[in-house]
């Protein structure tokens, strides 16, 4: 399978306690993006990255989030002191960076439930 | 501010009928729309896109519409089958930045 990853898929916590999440994009593809799905809305867009460079962040990533992608290949997301509010799915998006309309590409997500 | 507003959020077709899905936007900045469909338990997976110097992108049973003046666009699914079924998203961006904007989406079930 030579989808968008996303590991693991569900994560349950209490709150106050921190959670990472990992990304692993399409071989091929630069670009990877991070987004949050809350019940009945779409996908927000959180941060996104080019290569190692985070070039993008959105004000929903509060100070808490962090997003790292050290070698421009998978990306992992932190979240310190998860709140009940954390809960969601959180998707992963891979796409290649040639020209500049390259449709995204996503992962099956990982849901978070805080507790 | 919902600058992607999907009004509708459920659609019940017929198999075999037209499916039609709106979307409308309010930021004059976006030109480029994408379509999504996501089933249970996935990711959103990519349908088709059109950018703002087009008014119409088929692809195969899909066709997206784009009224610019109106802020409106609309996906067409013909013939509508089953397993079409699912939850639509339509998506916006603008020219320098990659992220996109997602309407709330509309769930559409396809009647065998």
């Known amino acids: 399978d030579t989808g968008v990853s996303q590991d693991p898929r569900h994560k349950i916590t209490k709150r106050g306690q921190n959670v990472t999440f990992r990304c692993d994009p399409i071989s091929e593809h630069n670009r990877l993006y991070w987004y949050r799905q809350t019940l009945g809305q779409g996908p927000e867009f959180l941060t996104y990255?080019?290569?190692?460079?985070?070039?993008?962040k959105s004000r929903l990533l509060s100070d808490r989030f962090s997003a790292e992608r050290p070698k421009g290949s998978f990306s992992t997301l932190e979240i310190q002191r998860t709140e009940q509010g954390d809960s969601a799915m959180y998707l992963c998006?891979?796409?290649?960076?040639?020209?500049?309309?390259?449709?995204?590409?996503f992962g099956p997500g990982t849901r978070l439930t805080v507790t | 501010d919902q600058q992607v507003k999907q009004n509708s959020p459920s659609l019940s077709v017929q198999e075999g009928r037209i499916s039609i899905l709106n979307c409308d936007y309010t930021?004059?900045?976006?030109?480029?729309f994408l379509w999504y469909k996501k089933y249970p338990a996935e990711g959103p997976t990519f349908l088709i896109s059109i950018s703002s110097i087009k008014d119409k992108n088929e692809d195969g049973r899909f066709t997206v519409f784009l009224n610019k003046s109106a802020k409106h666009l609309s996906l067409h699914i013909v013939p509508s089958q089953p397993g079409d079924s699912a939850v639509y998203f339509c998506?916006?961006?603008?020219?320098?930045?990659?992220?996109?904007?997602f309407g709330t989406g509309t769930r559409l079930k396809v009647l065998a």
């Open positions: 930021n004059s900045m976006f030109d480029y």
């Open positions: 998006a891979s796409s290649l960076a040639w020209g500049s309309r390259n449709e995204q590409y």
């Open positions: 990255f080019q290569n190692e460079a985070q070039l993008e």
């Open positions: 998506a916006a961006s603008t020219s320098g930045t990659y992220k996109y904007i």
